[in-house]
C-alpha cells in the first residue's frame, strides 16, 4: 500500500497530556500538509511543509502545537498540554505538485479525544 | 469567515437519478475548485477539480460547474449510484497559495 499512512488511528488523552500523532506520505511526494476536522466541519489548513521546510502555519496552530518532518520523510504533530477544545480529527495529506494545482491524496486521520 | 460555503448539510436521492451538490464561496481570488468526497473512517478522497479559466469539467458520471460571477459551483452525478453515499466536501483555492480552503460538506445519500 502506497497511500498516506496516519498513527495512531485513534488517541484518547487527560486534558494536559502531551499527544504524537505521526504521517508517513506518499514516498514521492515532497509536499506534506496537515489538516484538523471538527465535527460538522470540513477539513480546516493548520500547517505545509515542502520538504524538511515548514513554509505555512495557520493561526489555529497556537504554541501548544509543533510540527516537525525531518529529512522530508515522515511527519509528526505534537500538542503539548492539551485541551478539551484540540478534540478533533487530525488528517494529514502530500502532494507531487509542479503545477499548483494541489490535489492532496489524504489519509485515514487520527482522531484525538481529549477528556 | 466562512469563505467557502456548502448550505446544504444533506441531501438524499433515488438511485438513478441526478444529485446535484452545491458551493458558494466569497473570495474572487480563488482561482482553482476541488470536490473531495468523504466515506466514514476514512480520509477525503479527490473526485474532480476546475480551473476559474473554465466553467466546466467533465469525468464520467461527474461534472462540475463553475460560476464565476455568482461565485457559485455545483457538483452533478449522473446516475446516482448507492456508492456514492457519502459526505461529499468543495474546497477552493488561492493562486500561489498552497492551502485548501473548505467548505462544511453535504451528506449525500442514494437511495434505492
Known amino acids: 500500500d502506497t497511500g498516506v499512512s496516519q498513527d495512531p488511528r485513534h488517541k484518547i488523552t487527560k486534558r494536559g497530556q502531551n499527544v504524537t500523532f505521526r504521517c508517513d506520505p506518499i514516498?514521492?511526494?515532497?509536499?506534506l500538509y496537515w489538516y484538523r476536522q471538527t465535527l460538522g466541519q470540513g477539513p480546516e489548513f493548520l500547517t505545509y511543509f515542502q520538504n524538511e521546510a515548514q513554509l505555512e502555519k495557520s493561526r489555529l496552530l497556537s504554541d501548544r502545537f509543533s510540527a516537525e518532518r525531518p529529512k522530508g520523510s515522515f511527519s509528526t504533530l505534537e500538542i503539548q498540554r492539551t485541551e478539551q477544545g484540540d478534540s478533533a480529527m487530525y488528517l494529514c495529506a502530500s502532494s507531487l505538485d509542479p503545477g499548483g494545482k494541489e490535489k492532496l491524496f489524504f489519509g485515514s486521520g487520527t482522531q484525538l479525544s481529549v477528556l | 469567515d466562512q469563505q467557502v460555503k456548502q448550505n446544504s448539510p444533506s441531501l438524499s436521492v433515488q438511485e438513478g437519478r441526478i444529485s446535484i451538490l452545491n458551493c458558494d464561496y466569497t473570495n474572487s481570488m480563488f482561482d482553482y475548485f476541488l470536490w473531495y468526497k468523504k466515506y466514514p473512517a476514512e480520509g477525503p478522497t479527490f473526485l474532480i477539480s476546475?480551473?476559474?479559466?473554465?466553467d466546466k469539467n467533465e469525468d464520467g458520471r461527474f461534472t462540475v460547474f463553475l460560476n464565476k460571477s455568482a461565485k457559485h459551483l455545483s457538483l452533478h452525478i449522473v446516475p446516482s449510484q448507492p456508492g456514492d453515499s457519502a459526505v461529499y466536501f468543495c474546497a477552493a483555492k488561492r493562486e500561489g497559495a498552497q492551502k485548501l480552503v473548505f467548505g462544511q460538506g453535504t451528506r449525500l445519500t442514494i437511495n434505492p
Open positions: 514516498s514521492e511526494h515532497n509536499r
Open positions: 476546475i480551473s476559474s479559466i473554465k
